[in-house]
């Protein structure tokens, strides 16, 4: 069958192990690294709020994605002439809305809940977060 075809050729494959130099005849080390990317970010929501959270006084949207994925968007507008018809003497202004990404982190991590929090005399709300193993976390995102 296929999959003990498969289990005989590793069985037979052999790995030897090799030193491998660079231009100046130094050995360089061949232990392996790991780089952890995501090439598709999730796509589905499990949480979101809204608020001020990057003091730009503007409303904000935070998500969080699976995987642990948080995203904040601002919800920025502009209304634009409609210069099309020029035939009427009434100029249509069309409203736009759209939301732009501020900032995005991975946690790598299970996120279980989340809250915004504006403490009195707060210019921007703060976040809240729960993860799986029990801990609580408070967000403050400065800038934006």
């Not at 030897?16 to 392996?32: H, R, V």
């Not at 952890?36 to 006084?57: N, P």
């Not at 193993?133 to 403050?140: A, F, Q």
Request: glycine share 8%; aromatic share 6%; hydrophobic share 35%.
């Amino acid at each position: 069958s296929h999959r003990s075809a498969i289990l005989t050729f590793y069985q037979k494959a052999k790995f030897i192990p090799f030193d491998m130099t660079n231009q100046n005849g130094k050995n360089i080390s061949t232990d392996l690294k790991l780089l952890d990317l995501t090439l598709k970010h999730a796509g589905a929501i499990q949480f979101s709020c809204i608020g001020d959270f990057t003091g730009q006084s503007a409303q904000e949207v935070i998500l969080v994605r699976p995987g642990g994925a948080i995203e904040v968007y601002r919800i920025e507008s502009s209304t634009a002439g409609n210069d099309e018809n020029d035939d009427s003497d009434e100029d249509e202004e069309e409203q736009r809305t759209w939301l732009k990404l501020v900032l995005r982190t991975e946690t790598r991590s299970t996120l279980r809940c989340m809250e915004t929090v504006r403490l009195s005399g707060e210019k921007r709300d703060l976040v809240l977060i729960g993860s799986d193993s029990g801990t609580v976390s408070i967000l403050d995102f400065l800038g934006g």
